[in-house]
């Protein structure tokens, strides 16, 4: 008999079925027995005798029987399945479990990040643990339709490269084949290439920081959710796709993931119809206003200072996101466009989202004798650019702009999750 998920037996009341999973739990009574058996479509309760009651979690297991109605006062309204159950007719444990090092199914799962990194084969079992890579993967699938309906063309970029992206230190060195290459910190340059070919590109792209940093928001290794557009008129178009991108996978979330929502005990990030932009140079004098804490000559807003302009915004607008704008061009990468009005500002921004930066990106010099100067100014050799790089840059490359999405980041922050490890 073919096997059915568990979710199909629902239409399937008196009919014998075949279903395969892994036992969730049983609950024995002698010669009565219960088992929760978990495949990719949920639980389903089976029923049945010693045989059913000799289960252990995590067996494996091929089930077939009757399917059939539950009494009314056994409703299970938390299950798709829960107005049904299995009766029994034979099993075949296809491989079974060694004994589990902790209580894997409390619905709350109380294990200490460490533990659950340590077993993650086995921790990422629990539903709770699940639903978090559910969630990240509607983000995933949300920012590809919405850009896709846009007319930009997804592109995959190599992540082993010639050199670094912006000329830091914080890379990883690779030996290839007795030559020096380095693991990508972005895929910024080849985007840009891209754009002037397809003019507008995205790409879901593993990137790599040798940071040391044992912080609850950084990774060594991220995955960005990059975006980068042709033909811009003003880096405000950045902005408006940046916010336009963000409440898409806001809705594509809440529509889809309620229920892990309500799981987690959260809540969509609050939104405006325009969410609000403020200079950096503005945010740094705003955060002495409120706060009294002396940033105002700070190149960069630090954690706290997130946290504190997300206040700020909450209270003043509504809104959760903030966009804030104008970095200085020493601090930002060479690529940066520098504001025709204020050369020491760029035309930059960052999206701050419940308190921590989701976004980066800005308008990208696409003046091919500019970006040569620019990158002598910091100290690196064009010539280590050019190819593909500033050959696209040589030949013709429209104003142009993008930025990136911490994929990892914006999913901690929807579900409010301690840590983005988890």
């Known amino acids: 008999m073919t096997r059915i998920l568990n979710s199909e037996c629902v239409a399937l009341v008196g009919k014998k079925v075949t279903i395969k999973g892994w036992v969730n739990s049983v609950r024995s009574y002698g010669k009565l027995a219960f088992a929760d058996i978990r495949d990719r479509s949920g639980l389903i309760q089976v029923v049945g005798g010693p045989d059913v009651g000799s289960l252990k979690n995590e067996y494996v297991v091929e089930i077939n029987g009757a399917v059939r109605a539950r009494s009314e006062k056994y409703f299970n309204d938390k299950l798709v399945t829960g107005k049904?159950?299995?009766?029994?007719?034979?099993?075949?444990?296809?491989?079974?479990?060694?004994?589990?090092?902790?209580?894997?199914?409390?619905?709350?799962i109380n294990i200490s990040l460490p533990i659950a990194l340590d077993n993650r084969a086995l921790a990422l079992r629990n539903k709770k643990i699940q639903d978090v890579f559910k969630v990240q993967a509607t983000i995933v699938q949300a920012f590809r339709e919405y850009l896709d309906k846009l007319g930009f063309t997804e592109i995959f970029i190599p992540t082993i490269v010639a050199g670094s992206t912006e000329g830091g230190s914080e890379v990883f060195p690779v030996d290839y084949f007795g030559y020096k290459a380095f693991l990508a910190q972005s895929p910024q340059l080849y985007k840009q290439v891209l754009t002037s070919i397809f003019e507008k590109v995205y790409t879901v792209a593993h990137a790599y920081r040798?940071?040391?940093?044992?912080?609850?928001?950084?990774?060594t290794e991220y995955v960005g959710l990059d975006v980068e557009m042709g033909f811009i008129d003003s880096w405000l178009d950045l902005v408006k796709t940046a916010?336009?991108?963000?409440?898409?996978?806001?809705?594509?979330v809440s529509k889809k993931h309620q229920d892990i929502l309500d799981e987690y005990g959260v809540t969509i990030p609050k939104t405006v119809k325009n969410t609000?932009?403020?200079k950096l140079k503005d945010a740094l004098d705003l955060i002495y206003k409120r706060t009294g804490r002396d940033?105002?000559?700070?190149?960069?807003?630090?954690?706290?200072?997130?946290?504190?302009?997300?206040?700020?915004?909450?209270?003043?607008?509504?809104?959760?996101?903030?966009?804030?704008?104008?970095f200085?061009?020493?601090?930002?990468?060479?690529?940066?466009?520098?504001?025709?009005s204020n050369p020491d500002e760029t035309l930059t921004m960052d999206l701050i989202g419940c308190g921590v930066e989701w976004i980066s990106g800005g308008q990208r010099i696409n003046d091919y004798v500019e970006l040569q100067k620019k990158i002598s100014s910091r100290g690196q050799n064009p010539a280590d650019f050019e190819l593909p790089y500033?050959?696209?840059?040589?030949?013709?490359?429209p104003p142009e702009g993008g930025f990136c999405i911490g994929l990892e980041r914006i999913t901690q922050n929807i579900l409010n999750l301690e840590n983005v490890r988890q």
């Open 328 to 340: 200085y061009t020493k601090k930002r990468a060479w690529y940066s466009y520098a504001d025709p």
């Open 295 to 326: 940033v105002r000559n700070e190149l960069d807003m630090d954690p706290e200072g997130e946290r504190e302009i997300c206040r700020w915004s909450l209270e003043e607008f509504g809104s959760d996101l903030v966009f804030v704008t104008h």
């Open 390 to 397: 500033g050959q696209s840059f040589k030949y013709g490359m």
């Open 243 to 252: 916010d336009d991108v963000v409440k898409t996978i806001f809705k594509a």
């Open 84 to 108: 049904i159950e299995i009766e029994v007719e034979k099993i075949n444990v296809l491989a079974k479990s060694a004994e589990l090092p902790f209580d894997l199914h409390q619905p709350d």
């Open 210 to 219: 040798a940071e040391p940093s044992v912080t609850t928001r950084h990774l």
């Open 276 to 278: 609000p932009i403020i």
